[in-house]
């Protein structure tokens, strides 16, 4: 409530009004009540809507107290001639309106009692009055009812009546004129005639050209009709023209009619024909029977009737006999079959075109005409057989070869495409566009050293034969395969101090190459130290050297076994080689003593040493193996009383006596070992 309108009783809350209330202002108030209990900080709200109920004290009102307007005598009864519009600020029923006419001096017109829409209730052409004045009154429909009357606020309306120009000129003149396309320009073409009933003013007629003249080719004498032509005229560019013409009365206001001319300009032999192209190029195939359709010339004349029928020729030149023309239709067909690989290419300069006029007229075009191939010819190989030399160590995907193939057609028809036909293993592919034999795989000699296949060449005729060569790949060997032995790990044996150049083993290792790529060497690469064996080169036979021994006696160390390494060689350019290993065991043969590892031994001990215990213990080595090198020890001499007691497999010496040092201080034992 920001204006203080209402008030409330803060302890019974009664809401009272504390101003005058306004429906048209606010019509609906919302208050927003707030109440609180005791001292409480508790609040709760409501909202009260209050509708402020209309009373009927607004009068209707006319936005204007006067107004004016102007009809005319011939408008016929049921015509609405004016509006009248009042307003209420009231709403309901206290602002719906009702109108009247309060009086007036004709019963011309009456009011629409709810639109106030003023219309005429008969003519008024036979009164005599010029105008009439109607008093219109707005009354609402409350309770009691306020009217416009009640504060002088009736809308006075004045209707004027006048004479008006009710006829129409009409056209007598004809709607059609015809006009030769040479004639100079002011040539009088067409003269318009229009006829007004009316008198005065409202009868008399002026002409003009409401439109088809904007490119202002005719003039038009507003007063006297007369049409002329204020251009030259071309009916190739524009051969009839349409002008909407108006005639038009100076009444008030003006009445008009319209007539639509239609000029038709006639034509003369002013154009010369002319080809849609001055090169006309086209194509057909070789080998067709005469008659065949090869193209349509045509050229167009912008003349009329005679004027522009045209006749065609072909004028005489290089291979024109070949062809004939339709001179009616222009349509060219073949007189004779064409070959393509005789002349390719006509060049007719000569095709004519004349029309019917008097004097006629004339011109020329020229026609390229291509002979297009038919596939009437096989591709040909240059030769029919070719032999070549390949090495097998020729990269995967190398050219071998290049075919060619000649095919005297053109285009797709002498597009020549290369196939292989027969078994090629895989081995071999060929480029259907070049003609070139590539490998597809890594040749290999020692599998197949000879191959022989066909090559095809082909258009893509399906009918005629195709051409085929023969093909014979000689491989050629390539040092590509390294000495294999039969085996990679060899084993044998020799006894010690047999002879020089006495046989050990005889390796053997293969080569699948030819000739020198497959001859093989042998030799020893390493493990021959002091050159202890030799082997024959070529059969792979190994022999001793020397006299081989199985001990060493300088070194005190076992040379039982050999391990060589051996190496074979082709004879290829670059050479390859494997390698074996051979592993020669020399045998043991009984030619080695036992050497103590000290001629005499020397021990100290206390006589009060307990028996069991251990005194001492010898070690003797034999050169010999296996067992010509097991040694066994014993006391031969100097333990008669039974005082020691030699291992015979150790040569440990223990205590068997107790010891006494008066009885007897030193021992002599002599120990053998065997």
Request: with cysteine; proline share 4%; glycine share 6%.
């Amino acid at each position: 409530d920001p204006h203080g309108r209402f008030s409330i009783d803060p302890r019974i809350g009664i809401i009272h009004t504390k101003k005058q209330l306004d429906h048209e202002t606010q019509s609906v108030v919302v208050l927003t009540v707030q109440s609180q209990l005791g001292n409480l900080p508790v609040y709760s709200s409501t909202q009260v809507n209050i509708s402020v109920i209309d009373v009927n004290d607004n009068p209707p009102m006319f936005l204007t107290k006067s107004d004016k307007v102007t009809i005319s005598h011939t408008q016929p009864p049921g015509t609405a001639v004016y509006t009248a519009h009042a307003e209420d600020k009231d709403s309901g029923l206290n602002g719906a309106l009702k109108y009247s006419i309060a009086s007036m001096q004709s019963n011309a017109f009456s009011i629409d009692p709810s639109l106030g829409v003023v219309n005429l209730t008969r003519t008024v052409f036979a009164d005599k009055q010029q105008e009439y004045t109607l008093h219109i009154v707005a009354e609402d429909c409350g309770s009691p009812p306020l009217t416009s009357l009640l504060v002088l606020d009736s809308l006075a309306v004045k209707i004027v009546i006048l004479d008006i120009n009710d006829n129409s000129p009409s056209f007598t003149s004809l709607p059609l004129s015809y006009v030769m396309e040479d004639v100079e320009v002011g040539f009088l073409i067409h003269h318009i005639i229009a006829k007004d009933p009316d008198e005065g003013i409202n009868g008399q007629v002026t002409y003009h050209i409401l439109s088809g003249n904007e490119n202002r080719v005719f003039v038009l004498d507003k007063i006297t009709g007369l049409l002329t032509t204020a251009q030259l005229l071309d009916r190739e560019t524009q051969g009839c023209f349409s002008l909407t013409v108006m005639a038009l009365d100076d009444g008030s206001p003006a009445l008009s009619a319209t007539q639509v001319l239609t000029i038709i300009v006639l034509d003369v032999n002013d154009e010369t024909p002319i080809f849609l192209k001055q090169l006309y190029e086209t194509a057909v195939h070789e080998n067709r029977d005469p008659g065949e359709f090869v193209i349509k010339v045509e050229a167009v004349d912008r003349d009329a009737g005679l004027n522009s029928l045209l006749q065609y020729e072909i004028l005489p030149g290089t291979g024109f006999e070949k062809f004939r023309i339709n001179s009616s239709s222009g349509e060219l067909v073949t007189a004779a079959s064409l070959d393509r690989e005789t002349q390719e290419v006509f060049n007719i300069k000569g095709n004519s075109c004349r029309d019917r006029g008097n004097p006629s007229r004339s011109s020329t075009a020229q026609l390229y005409l291509t002979v297009l191939d038919e596939n009437d010819h096989s591709p040909l190989f240059a030769k029919t057989q070719y032999q070549i030399s390949v090495r097998e160590d020729l990269e995967e995907g190398s050219i071998i070869l290049d075919l060619l193939a000649s095919d005297e057609d053109e285009g797709l028809n002498g597009e020549v495409t290369y196939s292989l036909i027969d078994d090629t293993f895989g081995v071999f592919a060929i480029d259907t566009v070049t003609g070139s034999i590539l490998t597809t795989k890594a040749l290999d000699r020692e599998t197949k050293s000879q191959y022989t296949f066909r090559a095809v060449a082909s258009d893509c005729s399906t009918h005629l034969p195709r051409s085929t060569t023969v093909i014979t790949v000689l491989i050629q060997d390539a040092n590509d395969n390294v000495p294999k032995f039969e085996q990679s790990y060899y084993k044998a044996s020799i006894w010690e101090g047999q002879s020089p150049k006495t046989d050990i083993i005889q390796v053997f290792a293969t080569d699948p190459d030819s000739e020198l790529n497959g001859e093989i060497e042998y030799s020893i690469l390493s493990g021959n130290e002091n050159a202890a064996f030799l082997i024959d080169s070529a059969r792979g036979i190994i022999a001793t050297n020397t006299v081989l021994d199985h001990e060493n006696a300088s070194s005190h160390r076992f040379v039982s076994s050999h391990s060589l390494v051996l190496l074979a060689s082709n004879r290829g350019t670059p050479s390859l080689n494997s390698t074996a290993t051979v592993l020669i065991t020399v045998l043991d043969v009984n030619d080695n003593l036992p050497v103590f590892s000290s001629p005499e031994y020397h021990i100290h001990i206390k006589e009060s040493i307990p028996v069991g215990s251990h005194i001492t213990e010898v070690t003797a080595n034999d050169c010999d193996a296996g067992t010509n090198a097991e040694i066994t020890y014993a006391i031969i001499s100097g333990n008669d009383r039974g005082h020691f007691r030699m291992d015979g497999r150790t040569g440990a010496v223990a205590l068997m006596k107790m010891l006494d040092y008066e009885d007897a201080m030193t021992f002599t034992l002599v120990i053998q070992a065997t």
